[in-house]
């Protein structure tokens, strides 16, 4: 069994990012993102520190826009509206889960679509489904990316994605499919999940569901990629996928974490250093 080394292949995407930035310095353009955090949830504050050094490391230039919880609809709107007229930013990202109390549709749409570094847009979204893009969604880019490092052909192949969410299930299946593989969507409401998931030669598991995806649901020789970052009853952070057993089956695996997480913000900036690129041409 082959482990998928997401931190390893960051790196290497990361280096190729700064020599990108450097080039682009050299031609007066800094690269800017703008990141917009609502609340103190403590994963998205995490996130939002590790983007942060991430953009330092390759030379990008990042700020944050904190708000806070009881933040009204109207100051976010203002807040994107004015970020979308800087030519100084080139990519906006509004961290998710907002609090319940806000609008994400309206927010997300409010994004500048030649900014929407995380392609959530309708837009951008529309635009991914007839394989004519800019920007992908920064999970399934890296997953995609994943299996390009490691030499795993999408074409011809039976792939099986596991959950439908706009972030990462629908976008995942688009992508794949544009590789020339056969999709299946599955979701809560499959009837024989198990049946479905054994045929998977590329088996995408991304429902958000600790301990889903057991050994005897996974076709021997598969690849094997899970998206999800759950904590279980112990405080540790697990995958949907039971790795112990599914290393016993698959011939390539993500570990979580170090697999797809390190991919998925590694891809945010290179929507970033694209937005800045389209930006001065």
Same mark, same amino acid.
């Not at 990108?20 to 800017?32: C, I």
């Not at 299930?169 to 056969?182: E, N, S, V, Y």
């Not at 570990?255 to 290179?270: K, S």
């Given at each position: 069994?082959?482990?998928?080394?997401? @931190?390893?292949?960051?790196? @290497?995407?990361?280096?190729?990012?700064?020599?990108?930035?450097?080039?682009?310095?050299?031609?007066?353009?800094?690269?800017?993102?703008?990141?917009?955090?609502?609340?103190?949830?403590?994963?998205?504050? $995490?996130?939002?520190?590790?983007?942060? @050094?991430?953009?330092?490391?390759?030379?990008?230039?990042?700020?944050?826009?904190?708000?806070?919880?009881?933040?009204?609809?109207?100051?976010?709107?203002?807040?994107?509206?004015?970020?979308?007229?800087?030519?100084?930013?080139?990519?906006?990202?509004?961290?998710?889960?907002?609090?319940?109390?806000?609008?994400?549709?309206?927010?997300?749409?409010?994004?500048?679509?030649?900014?929407? /570094?995380?392609?959530?847009?309708?837009?951008?979204?529309?635009?991914?489904?007839?394989?004519?893009?800019?920007?992908?969604?920064?999970?399934?880019?890296?997953?995609?990316?994943?299996?390009?490092?490691?030499?795993?052909?999408?074409?011809?192949?039976?792939?099986?994605?596991?959950?439908?969410?706009?972030?990462?299930?629908?976008? $995942?299946?688009?992508?794949?499919?544009?590789?020339?593989?056969?999709?299946?969507?599955?979701?809560?409401?499959?009837?024989?999940?198990?049946?479905?998931?054994?045929?998977?030669?590329?088996? /995408?598991?991304?429902?958000?569901?600790?301990?889903?995806?057991?050994?005897?649901?996974?076709?021997?020789?598969?690849?094997?990629?899970?998206?999800?970052?759950?904590?279980?009853?112990?405080? @540790?952070?697990?995958?949907?996928?039971?790795?112990?057993?599914?290393?016993?089956?698959?011939?390539?695996?993500?570990?979580?974490?170090?697999? /797809?997480?390190? $991919?998925?913000?590694? $891809?945010?900036?290179?929507?970033?250093?694209?937005?800045?690129?389209?930006?001065?041409?």
């Amino acid at each position: 069994m082959i482990l998928l080394d997401g @931190k390893l292949t960051a790196k @290497k995407h990361r280096e190729q990012i700064a020599e990108e930035v450097r080039l682009l310095k050299e031609r007066g353009v800094t690269p800017g993102l703008a990141v917009v955090i609502v609340g103190g949830d403590p994963a998205s504050r $995490m996130y939002v520190n590790n983007k942060e @050094k991430d953009c330092a490391q390759c030379g990008i230039y990042s700020e944050e826009h904190a708000l806070s919880d009881d933040c009204e609809q109207e100051r976010l709107l203002q807040l994107i509206g004015n970020l979308n007229r800087r030519e100084d930013i080139h990519g906006i990202l509004v961290q998710l889960p907002l609090p319940k109390h806000l609008n994400e549709k309206e927010i997300l749409l409010s994004i500048d679509p030649s900014k929407d /570094v995380d392609a959530f847009h309708p837009y951008n979204v529309g635009r991914i489904m007839i394989g004519d893009y800019d920007f992908l969604p920064c999970t399934p880019a890296g997953v995609m990316a994943l299996l390009d490092e490691y030499n795993i052909s999408v074409q011809g192949k039976e792939c099986v994605v596991v959950g439908r969410s706009n972030i990462v299930g629908k976008p $995942m299946a688009m992508l794949l499919l544009h590789r020339h593989g056969t999709v299946t969507i599955c979701h809560s409401r499959t009837r024989d999940l198990a049946a479905a998931t054994r045929r998977a030669d590329i088996l /995408v598991a991304a429902a958000g569901q600790a301990g889903l995806i057991t050994g005897d649901m996974i076709k021997e020789g598969s690849a094997v990629i899970d998206v999800a970052m759950n904590k279980n009853a112990e405080g @540790k952070f697990v995958g949907d996928v039971v790795f112990d057993e599914a290393a016993e089956k698959a011939a390539y695996l993500t570990p979580v974490p170090g697999g /797809v997480g390190p $991919m998925t913000r590694v $891809m945010l900036l290179r929507n970033t250093v694209k937005a800045a690129e389209r930006a001065c041409v």
